[in-house]
């Protein structure tokens, strides 16, 4: 806990709430509620073990800081994080909304399956999906090692797991094209253009041709013109 002021503020909050959640409790010594209020921030705020600060500013004392908040009342109490306020609320709370409040702070510690999935080798990556079947760490982990190794629908099975997201869709294009052996270094160009003569009428030829693109991604140069040209071909 630290008794901030206008001249240590920008030091004791703003700086510090880049490296960890910091608290700010606006008080005065003639307010009540802020009395009550203040010992239970500060139990709070100790039961993170340091994961979050506690900062105190004595409005009466340091005006500038109350401006800096817009303060209108208190007590008042706002979290910041990277500088910015992510969080607040304005008057006394019981004791279980302040832990609530400064619980949402808190980083949450790793799982089992957060920690086997970070060692990255098969055997870990295997023990966190039984801990947690569609954790997205393990499961986009092994995904890749299974496409890599050439087992590309067991690839497909457990990526059908998670939501779709933009990871999501190159592994399992990559697994696809893998399940039709083709290579990963093929000439894409080549590629896509025998792909692009057969895409109106043979639907495996339009989504392997969509898969390469996939992997392209939507920076290399080329896939907005494939893309053009696909439309082109279907419309």
């Not at 630290?2 to 920008?10: H, K």
């Not at 009550?36 to 340091?50: D, F, Q």
């Not at 949402?104 to 990556?125: K, T």
Request: contains cysteine.
């Amino acid at each position: 806990m630290a008794d901030v002021t206008d001249a240590t503020f920008q030091t004791e909050v703003l700086d510090r709430s880049m490296t960890v959640p910091v608290v700010v409790d606006l008080w005065a010594p003639w307010c009540g509620p802020c009395r009550t209020l203040g010992p239970m921030l500060e139990r709070a705020v100790a039961a993170t073990g340091g994961a979050v600060e506690l900062a105190k500013v004595n409005v009466d004392e340091n005006p500038q800081v109350a401006t800096t908040f817009r303060v209108q009342s208190i007590p008042a109490v706002f979290a910041l994080r990277d500088g910015k306020v992510v969080d607040g609320f304005i008057g006394a709370v019981p004791q279980s909304q302040v832990d609530e409040f400064v619980a949402r702070l808190a980083p949450v510690a790793p799982s089992e399956a957060d920690q086997l999935a970070a060692a990255g080798d098969e055997a870990s990556l295997r023990k966190a999906l039984e801990l947690q079947r569609d954790h997205p760490g393990a499961v986009l982990g092994l995904a890749r090692l299974l496409v890599d190794r050439g087992e590309p629908e067991e690839a497909l099975e457990l990526l059908g797991r998670l939501p779709e997201t933009a990871e999501v869709r190159t592994i399992a294009a990559q697994a696809r094209l893998s399940s039709k052996g083709v290579p990963a270094g093929a000439d894409v160009a080549r590629t896509l253009d025998e792909l692009l003569e057969r895409v109106r009428d043979d639907e495996d030829a339009r989504q392997e041709f969509l898969d390469v693109l996939e992997t392209l991604g939507p920076d290399d140069p080329r896939t907005a013109g494939y893309r053009r040209a696909l439309a082109s071909r279907l419309f």
